[in-house]
Structure formats: structure tokens, C-alpha cells
């Protein structure tokens, strides 16, 4: 989509609509090519960082450890006493590095609509606790609100591109609610049957999930991998490695039904070593010619 730099900055500008924060006179972007804007162009600058309850096992400093079974009060905000949020220089670039040992997530201090958002994901090698012989996990949250550590007392109410070995493009809807075309399957987990649902674009969109797994992709588990997201208005698709996995439809507020188009974006740390580069977005004001095969509820309505 070709357009003028006059109108990609202007774009550029309606794109940030609000700043949690005190409002600064300096953007923390800058732009890229093609209209597209880093996000980490100072570091974690321009982001802030929230820390869940830590597990039992984690030593904080002053603190020590806690006792098994034990209710452990959340380290907070923009406290990082394990420094578990990172701007390093790996393989030879700007990186963002999550250690993983305490739950949590950083998050932009801006919101942001009507977007295109794109980063290179690779796993480290360290897991904790209480996903130490668990898949690797993040997570790509878009659409952020309400209170750090609303859902599951670590992250904000959100949409969540699931980033996750094996399973990257899978959906979770962290206090809201979608519609998303897929199918159902029916398993036996330990001993008791679980109803799995899958994307599938030739499904209806249908409510009532919080869970849905991706459809066909592939991921390298060893190299890096590109997560992408296209959200414009209520509508959002999720692509992994150029390969679209996943289509969410009328994502709204799960307590009281408004829709949900906007919101600060955040990137989980939960249990896992995980290396973040080329954190990048720009605006769109349609979606790309090539995902109309994943939006056709949307040709569907009159």
C-alpha cells in the first residue's frame, strides 16, 4: 500500500491516541521504512514493566524465597528487583530479553488502533517454575486494559496472540469475548474428556470460547520466528512465518459487551527464556489483499 510520507506521518500521529504516563514533549518512536515504527528504539524507554506474585522458589533480593503454598504479594510496577526485562545486544542486534523467572509483562505506555504489528521471537534454553517441564511461553497481547494484573494477576485484559513453541498463533481472551471460526474435537485429558477447538476459516464464527488452537503453520524451535498481527476495528488476524493461523471477530469487553479496538500491547514473561527483535508497527486503514480468505464472515454480513 504506497503512501505519501506526508500521509504516513500523519497516520503516524492519529496512530498514538492516548500516554498512561506523563506526557512527554519527545515521541519514543521514530520511523522506519515504509512507514513502519520501532517500538524498542530506546531501549524498554516508552514501556512500562509489571511483575505478578513471584513463585515460591524465586529468591528476591532483601526477601529470599517463599514457602511452599504460600500467598506471595506481586512485585509491581517498574519494580525489577531480578531484572528479568532486558535490552541487550544478541546475535548482533538491539534485543529485547525476558528471562522468564517471574510472571509479568512490559507494556507500551501508549494506545494504539488500526495496525499492523510484526516481531522475531526466539526461544532460550532456561524455563522456572511452574513451567519448568512445560512448553516454552509468551505472548503477544494487543488491546490491553484495565489494571496490570486484572487477569490471572499478572497481565491486562486483552486479546492474546499466543506465542508459545509449537503453539504460536493460538488464541486466549483475557477478560473479553470474540467470535472465531473453528471447529471442535472432543479428548480424553487425563481420564476426562476435553472439548479442543481449532481454527478453521471455513467454520462459522462462533461465541463462548476463551481457548481456540491456531490453524496450519509452521515454527522453527531452535531460529527465530515472525509473529504477526493485523487488528482494524473489531477484527484481527494473527500470522505466523507469513502463514495466517488465526481470525478474530467482534472482540469486545467480556463484562459489558463494548467493543474492543484499541489498547496498550503487551509482551508476557511466563516461565520462559525468550529473546524479542524488530518489535515494529505501522497503521493500515484496510487489511492486505492476501487475507481475504480468512475474512470472509466479514464479506458475509449485509
Known amino acids: 500500500m504506497k503512501r505519501s510520507r506526508l500521509t504516513a506521518i500523519a497516520m503516524l500521529t492519529a496512530l498514538v491516541s492516548a500516554v498512561s504516563a506523563e506526557p512527554s514533549t519527545e515521541s519514543p518512536h521514530h520511523e522506519l521504512e515504509k512507514g513502519w515504527v520501532d517500538l524498542f528504539p530506546k531501549g524498554i524507554e516508552g514501556w ?22 504460600e500467598e506471595r504479594k506481586p512485585v509491581g510496577l517498574n519494580k525489577d528487583p531480578k531484572k528479568v526485562f532486558n535490552f541487550i ?13 517471574i510472571f509479568g509483562a ?11 504489528i510484526s516481531l522475531r521471537v526466539k526461544w532460550g534454553k532456561k524455563k522456572w517454575p511452574p513451567r519448568a517441564h ?3 511461553d509468551s505472548g503477544l497481547l494487543i488491546h490491553c486494559f484495565g489494571e496490570h494484573g486484572e487477569t490471572s494477576g499478572f497481565w491486562m485484559n486483552s486479546v492474546e496472540c499466543q506465542v508459545q513453541e509449537t503453539d504460536c498463533g493460538d488464541l486466549w481472551l483475557l477478560g473479553t469475548a470474540a467470535e472465531v471460526p473453528h471447529t471442535t474435537r472432543v479428548e480424553k485429558v487425563n481420564g476426562e474428556s476435553k472439548e479442543i477447538r481449532t481454527y478453521n476459516k ?23 520466528n515472525t509473529v504477526e498481527v493485523y487488528t482494524l ?17 467482534n472482540s469486545r469487553r467480556k463484562d459489558n459487551e463494548a467493543p474492543v479496538t ?15 527483535q524488530d518489535v515494529k508497527l505501522r497503521p493500515i486503514s484496510a487489511f492486505p489483499d492476501h487475507l481475504e480468505p480468512y475474512l470472509k464472515p466479514l464479506a458475509a454480513k449485509p
Do not use: C
Request: glycine residues 14%; charged residues 20%; hydrophobic residues 30%.
Open 106 to 116: 512490559i507494556t507500551t505506555l501508549a494506545e494504539y488502533e488500526n495496525y499492523h
Open 48 to 69: 512500562e514493566t509489571y511483575l505478578g506474585p513471584p513463585h515460591h522458589s524465586v529468591d528476591l533480593p532483601g526477601i529470599g524465597k517463599g514457602r511452599r503454598g
Open 134 to 136: 512445560l512448553l516454552r
Open 262 to 276: 484499541k489498547g496498550r500491547i503487551q509482551l508476557q514473561s511466563e516461565g520462559a527464556e525468550v529473546y524479542y
Open 233 to 249: 476495528g473489531a477484527t484481527s488476524v494473527f500470522v505466523v512465518n507469513g502463514q495466517p493461523n488465526m481470525a478474530v471477530f
Open 202 to 224: 471455513d467454520a462459522e464464527p462462533a461465541p463462548g470460547i476463551r481457548h481456540v488452537e491456531h490453524g496450519p503453520s509452521e515454527e522453527d524451535l531452535t531460529g527465530w
Open 89 to 101: 545486544e544478541f546475535e548482533g542486534k538491539p534485543t529485547l530479553y525476558i528471562t522468564g523467572e
